[in-house]
């Protein structure tokens, strides 16, 4: 096999392996959109929370099953403090109040976590192998690979879950109106409260693979803005859409550093994603798998 194309597809491979951990962080973004139509700015936050509550029991020498069944404990308590003291007094506000409210929750997760654990680099090893392995000629990290499929099990699930079962089509109901939907009877408060729980144990599984691979820090929360390219590419309401986004965008930027790169100076990784999203935005706002939103009046 010629250097070139080698050397190509081991950055393809590489690349889709990092968009498999984009996507990761963007289902927690899309589950809460798609359940409440609320574009939720924590989501970062809770990555970074779930993944500084599970390293910190672990310190503690808490056993790896129990700090995680404690740590999915703490998150559904998180999504029922949030329900109850910021979405509650907000329901049947404009989505920019909802968006602003997310924007407070996200500092308040910030410091109370570096209130709780410290604001030290942390380790998390919890046991998943990341000895290099080849395919033929091809280098691939195990670790990428468990991540891979994690990721497709969570979509499986959750694609399952909201099309499949009456707790996720209350959910979709919600999104549409919060209004109507309280009118057939549909709990908003038991249902927001159940989309961010969902949404934390999203966040854990993140924070783990992202605690994992690059330490449990502070910085996780940038991981966010990563995700965000993500979710314009594959769509704000696809739960496919956010693992199909984050491959395209994992791989393309990791190619266009190596075979553009060279002319530009580097650092395309840096934007690259970001002008994909724009790109996207020009021609097909609702994302490559969204759904298009059309209002009659």
């Known amino acids: 096999m010629p250097d070139t194309l080698l050397f190509a597809m081991e950055a393809a491979l590489n690349g889709l392996t990092a968009g498999i951990m984009y996507a990761l962080v963007a289902l927690g973004f899309v589950l809460i959109f798609k359940a409440s139509g609320v574009f939720n700015f924590a989501q970062g936050a809770m990555v970074l929370f779930a993944a500084l509550t599970l390293v910190g029991f672990m310190n503690m020498g808490v056993p790896v099953p129990l700090a995680i069944m404690i740590t999915i404990a703490v998150m559904v308590a998180l999504a029922y403090a949030v329900e109850r003291a910021v979405l509650r007094p907000l329901v049947n506000q404009p989505p920019i109040i909802l968006f602003m409210a997310t924007i407070g929750v996200t500092f308040f997760i910030d410091g109370f976590g570096q209130t709780l654990w410290g604001s030290d680099v942390h380790t998390l090893d ?36 909201f099309q499949k079962t009456r707790i996720g089509r209350a959910l979709r109901a919600v999104a549409d109106d919060h209004q109507a939907a309280m009118s057939v009877g549909i709990p908003l408060r038991v249902i927001w409260v159940i989309v961010w729980s969902v949404a934390g144990l999203v966040a854990l599984v993140a924070g783990i693979m992202w605690g994992s691979k690059l330490g449990v ?7 966010a803005l990563k995700a965000l390219p993500v979710l314009i590419l594959g769509g704000f309401t696809s739960i496919p859409g956010a693992i199909i986004g984050g491959l395209i965008i994992g791989a393309g930027e990791k190619l266009a550093e190596v075979f553009i790169g060279p002319f530009l100076a580097g650092a395309i990784e840096d934007w690259f994603a970001y002008m994909l999203a724009m790109l996207v935005l020009l021609f097909r706002p609702q994302g490559l798998f969204g759904e298009k939103i059309i209002e009659r009046v």
């Open 217 to 223: 820090q502070f910085s996780l929360v940038l991981i």
């Open 126 to 161: 919890i046991g998943i192998p990341s000895k290099p392995l080849f395919f033929g000629d091809i280098l691939v990290n195990s670790f990428d690979l468990v991540a891979a499929v994690v990721a497709g099990a969570l979509v499986a699930v959750l694609a399952v879950f």
